[in-house]
């Protein structure tokens, strides 16, 4: 049974940084990794996909500002997210792709605000 835990969600100012963590269990191989989320109101979106060959997508509204990395030995993602906006406030989603199946996490939630 594939389980996937995020960490590393909380309150933070705007301007500020948060790392978020994605541990993948239950699942061998390679595959692809990535992040989505969902505001209050709105459709989930991408925010950062990393494929099982290294090639990197972002979402637009995060370019710049978040970089996704893996620990393939640890079946770990990471979402370094800097420069927050209150615009990122939203639940946040782990994602895994293999064999055109679709394993999602729990949610973490990250709040930018004052």
């Known amino acids: 049974q594939v389980q996937l835990v995020e960490s590393g969600g909380g309150l933070v100012q705007p301007g500020g940084s948060l790392r978020l963590s994605c541990a993948a269990s239950g699942i061998i191989g390679i595959y692809d990794m990535g992040w989505y989320r969902q505001a209050l109101g709105k459709e989930r979106e991408l925010v950062a996909v990393?494929?099982?060959?290294?090639?990197?997508n972002y979402g637009d509204p995060v370019k710049g500002r978040f970089t996704i990395s893996r620990d393939n030995a640890k079946n770990t993602v990471y979402l370094q997210m800097n420069s927050l906006k209150p615009e990122d406030t939203a639940v946040y989603y782990c994602n895994v792709v293999k064999n055109n199946n679709n394993y999602w996490g729990q949610g973490t939630q990250v709040t930018v605000s004052s």
């Open positions: 990393i494929t099982r060959l290294g090639w990197l």
